[in-house]
């Protein structure tokens, strides 16, 4: 009955506002489809919906975590919070840590999160976690924003356990997330607490039924002790306004060079990805300081490249504020000059 009654509000939220009046991200939401197109939802009805205590149906709400590191780079090892689980693993408390967290329909062997472990560890020795919760989801968009919280829950709890039993550095830990991951990671932070989380990336942060108002409901800049916002489609799948501590707005954070006409956005919002791999890996991606995030989104920012390059691993020292990434159309995307 519960789920009937969410897709009553649904169908109803269709009709509500006049189209000249919704303004995404603001009274409401275009949110995505299975089938890749949008339905608008108004905030009265999004709040209800995700306010409602009915389960996921057919969902078990399981988030799992395999575990790759230079020994094992492409079978990943299952890993539990448990002690002999981590003892049999090729976990090392003395190799940093990274976390890396999917989105919407994603699952752990997806190809962003084979780009971005390879990207690290061609780096060096670190312990690279991929996060799968697809059981935390469905292929309803809306409802799958209701998993977000108690995925990201399981996160900091496995973040938390293998700091206190197995230890883990929280200094050196990061956590990578991509559209809806970036809240899940943000979630992670909420409940590890106090910034101890060292760094989080939110890839294109999902804005679908995600409010820049509740900071206490997304990925925010509180949320660790450096939080980075990479922003590629802001406006279709991510948001437009800033919510890292420092927010790089690639080709203005809207629309990506080489991805055609892109409606709805689904190559713009995959290219945060591949720039993150390729910069963690390259470190070739220049940036110019803006003002505010309007002038970066309207690429206002002037010509001059700040020393500033987008996820370098300094970042977290000093950096803050407002960038202009410019970008190839094709690989390799990264602009130094």
Not at 32 to 53: H, N, Q, V
Request: net charge negative.
């Amino acid at each position: 009955m519960k789920v009937l009654v969410a897709l009553s509000v649904l169908a109803a939220a269709v009709i509500a506002l006049p189209i000249e009046e919704r303004v995404n991200g603001e009274n409401g939401w275009f949110v995505p489809r299975e089938d890749g197109s949008f339905e608008w939802m108004d905030k009265k009805d999004a709040e209800e919906l995700l306010a409602s205590s009915a389960p996921i149906e057919g969902r078990s709400n399981e988030v799992s975590f395999y575990l790759y590191t230079q020994q094992n780079p492409t079978e990943g090892q299952e890993i539990k919070a448990d002690a002999s689980s981590i003892e049999d693993s090729h976990f090392d408390k003395n190799h940093g840590t990274r976390f890396v967290i999917h989105g919407w329909k994603g699952r752990y062997t997806d190809s962003m999160n084979v780009d971005i472990t390879n990207a690290w560890l061609s780096r060096g020795d670190f312990n690279v976690i991929v996060v799968n919760w697809d059981r935390s989801q469905s292929v309803d968009y809306a409802m799958s924003v209701r998993g977000v919280p108690g995925a990201g829950t399981k996160v900091g709890e496995m973040i938390e356990y293998l700091h206190e039993h197995h230890g883990m550095s929280l200094e050196t830990l990061k956590v990578i997330g991509h559209s809806l991951g970036a809240h899940v990671a943000g979630y992670a932070g909420k409940q590890v607490g106090n910034q101890r989380v060292h760094t989080i990336v939110g890839l294109d942060p999902a804005l679908p039924l995600f409010s820049y108002d509740t900071p206490e409901k997304r990925l925010s800049s509180e949320d660790a002790f450096y939080v980075e916002s990479i922003q590629t489609n802001g406006g279709v799948k991510g948001f437009v306004k800033p919510i890292g501590k420092a927010t790089f707005y690639v080709s203005g954070g809207r629309k990506q060079p080489g991805c055609g006409v892109d409606i709805a956005g689904t190559c713009s919002h995959a290219r945060s990805v591949l720039y993150y791999a390729e910069a963690v890996t390259e470190n070739n991606f220049g940036t110019i300081q803006c003002q505010d995030y309007l002038a970066a989104l309207a690429n206002e920012c002037g010509s001059t490249f700040s020393n500033v390059r987008l996820a370098e691993e300094r970042n977290a020292d000093n950096v803050e504020g407002h960038f202009y990434v410019p970008v190839n159309s094709e690989a390799p995307f990264g602009k130094t000059e």
